[in-house]
């Protein structure tokens, strides 16, 4: 069974900073790529950031500049570090990881549970 568990979010105020994190464990063989994705209330779950095992990394245009997704590919972790938050990047924040559980050229899309992340203004 793969697993991941994230960490981090909460509150903070507009221009302020957090990080989150999340680490997959399990019958893991290859992760191909991990992100985030947020989902506000009333709306459809978006992508945030993503970043494969080579990594080059693509952002979403709302969060690029203030956002930096990093990846530990030994630990099978990655991390979100969100700068200059504002109130329209609160969310439930999932991370995600498209990875093979054996040798076969099959990808599965895991999730996390979520972390809410709340901007005050």
């Known amino acids: 069974q793969v697993r991941l568990m994230e960490s981090g979010g909460g509150l903070v105020q507009a221009g302020g900073s957090l990080r989150v994190s999340c680490a997959a464990s399990?019958?893991?063989?290859?992760?191909?790529?991990m992100g985030w994705y947020r989902q506000a209330p009333g709306k459809q779950r978006e992508l945030v950031a993503v970043?494969?095992?080579?990594?080059?990394?693509n952002y979403a245009d709302s969060v690029k500049g203030r956002f930096t997704i990093s990846r530990d590919n030994a630990k099978n972790t990655v991390d979100l570090q969100m700068n200059s938050l504002k109130p329209e990047d609160t969310a439930v924040y999932y991370c995600?990881?498209?990875?093979?559980?054996?040798?076969?050229?099959?990808?599965?899309?895991?999730w996390g549970q979520g972390t809410q992340v709340t901007v005050s203004s």
């Open positions: 399990g019958s893991i063989f290859s992760i191909k790529a």
């Open positions: 970043i494969t095992s080579s990594a080059p990394t």
């Open positions: 995600h990881a498209d990875l093979q559980k054996d040798s076969n050229p099959i990808w599965y899309r895991y």
